[in-house]
């Protein structure tokens, strides 16, 4: 067996295999991405990319010997003609329990074929990313041929053929990154086989984690196809839905959320179906037609954004839906969906003439529909002796909207409309607030904190030590 060691990371062994009458040599290729050069992709300088039509792919996989880790995904995941789509994504690879040493893993093609390649991929950040095995062959008729031999037993003992050993670490460490392993033949195929068997070892013994995290074992036949493997994403789930008679289209998606996906349906979906077609009917303007098609999407990477709309989407963070069943995650998405019919963006900026909305008025007129007419009864945006310190008409969220539900009822109860009808417009100016009312928004928040240090029974003092406002947590 010669090895030599190519420029990169690539490896060659060959094996010089002496026959009677020919002589042919196995090659095994290995190459390592690290770093930015490990995508989803599985792509090699000469290992070929995983395949999912390869023989593989119809074949039984069989744990010979050796016990799987429950952490890991099933057998299946070897020849799924799906990778990892990253380097830790246990439930996409197949692995031994951590703490032993590797196992046996037999293949069965279910007949004689030729074989040209045998490759596979693993995936990971560290110890389990490197590939330790030996490999086996046989077309099963050789006399004493045991299909499934333990690790006691010598396969070449009872009818197995020796094809390679492959160990990918580089000078015996283990290192972290995506391997790829190409096993082939310099005469053109490695032989016609049945039978695979593959002796897969741990790849260092300093801890339990020494079992490599396989992600794909393709057998390629001479004339097959070779089709890029896919990641192993998740399955979508997703729901669609319509509203006022099929005049708008929902999709709800809960692919990485799973568990949230009834609660979305029984609990989410009614509120959507309602509560849509109303906010567009309580903010028409002229000419305006509201999205018809609206994509309520939880997601798993917004930090610590509870939920966030733009460009017909409603984005959920899973983890704090999680916490606030019960609280305010109904409350949330209403909000988001004021945001989708709102609609400002869609002035042209380009216009000297359009003007752009204040960030606290756009945060909130969602927040005074939401607290105030879809759930007066949660008392959510009260100003209270605690908050009212800090309690200014521009304080954004929830604070504006008890402000926009003050002037409203005192002094214009269209005010909301109009004020959304100029800012989808590009129309915004604060003039606007003496149109419609007689009075300033200076004077208008004056008295609005005036009303409130009133009702509750407090001297109009400034400057006066308070708490925060509480503060809304919705974008
Ligand atoms: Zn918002």
């Not at 041929?145 to 197995?160: L, M, N, S, V």
């Not at 989407?313 to 019960?326: H, M, S, T």
């Not at 007066?376 to 009212?388: F, L």
């Not at 009822?409 to 003039?431: F, I, M, S």
Request: glycine share 10%; hydrophobic share 35%; net charge neutral.
């Amino acid at each position: 067996m010669k090895t030599r060691t190519l420029p990169g990371t690539v490896t060659l062994a060959l094996i010089l295999i002496s026959g009677p009458l020919c002589l042919t040599e196995i090659q095994v290729v290995t190459e390592r991405n690290a770093g930015a050069n490990a995508s989803g992709a599985f792509k090699f300088k000469s290992v070929p990319p995983p395949s999912k039509t390869d023989t593989a792919t119809k074949a039984t996989f069989t744990v010979v010997d050796g016990e799987r880790d429950g952490n890991g995904g099933d057998v299946a995941r070897l020849n799924d003609g799906r990778v990892p789509g990253d380097e830790d994504r246990p439930a996409e690879c197949f692995f031994f329990r951590q703490g032993t040493d590797g196992g046996r893993l037999q293949i069965d093609l279910g007949s004689n074929g030729p074989i040209k390649q045998v490759n596979t991929y693993s995936w990971h950040s560290d110890t389990r990313a490197a590939q330790v095995y030996k490999l086996y062959a046989s077309g099963g008729g050789a006399p004493g041929f045991k299909a499934e031999p333990k690790r006691g037993i010598d396969p070449e003992a009872c009818g197995w053929k020796f094809i390679a050993a492959v160990d990918t670490r580089p000078g015996g460490a283990a290192e972290g990154g995506q391997y790829g392993v190409s096993i082939s033949d310099s005469a053109g195929n490695i032989g016609s086989y049945r039978y695979l068997l593959f002796d897969l070892s741990r790849t260092e013994e300093q801890d339990a984690f020494g079992n490599t995290f396989y992600g794909e074992i393709d057998v390629i036949d001479p004339t097959a196809p070779v089709i890029a493997a896919t990641n192993a994403e998740r399955e979508p789930i997703t729901k669609t839905f319509t509203a006022d008679g099929g005049r708008y289209h929902f999709t709800m998606d809960t692919t990485i959320a799973p568990d949230l996906t009834e609660w979305a349906d029984k609990e989410l979906r009614p509120v959507v179906q309602e509560w849509y077609p109303k906010l567009v009917a309580m903010l028409p303007s002229e000419g305006f037609i509201a999205r018809s098609n609206v994509t309520i999407r939880f997601r798993d990477n917004m930090g610590g954004t509870p939920a966030s709309a733009g460009g017909g989407f409603v984005n959920c963070n899973a983890g704090w839906f999680r916490r606030e069943l019960k609280r305010e995650a109904l409350g949330s998405v209403v909000h988001e969906m004021v945001h989708v019919v709102q609609s400002y963006g869609r002035t042209r900026r380009d216009d000297p003439n359009v003007t752009r909305m204040p960030g606290w008025l756009v945060e909130g007129i969602p927040d005074y529909i939401r607290w105030f007419l879809y759930e007066p009864q949660t008392k959510g945006a009260e100003i209270t002796a605690r908050n009212i310190g800090r309690a200014k008409y521009d304080a954004s969220y929830r604070v504006t909207g008890n402000f926009l539900n003050w002037v409203t009822t005192k002094y214009d109860t269209n005010l909301v409309l109009k004020l959304n009808t100029a800012g989808r417009a590009g129309q915004y100016r604060e003039e606007l607030w003496k149109d419609y009312t007689g009075k300033t928004i200076q004077d208008l928040g004056a008295e609005w904190k005036a009303f409130h240090e009133q009702r509750l029974a407090l001297p109009p003092k400034k400057d006066e030590p308070a708490e925060e406002p509480k503060k809304s947590v919705v974008q």
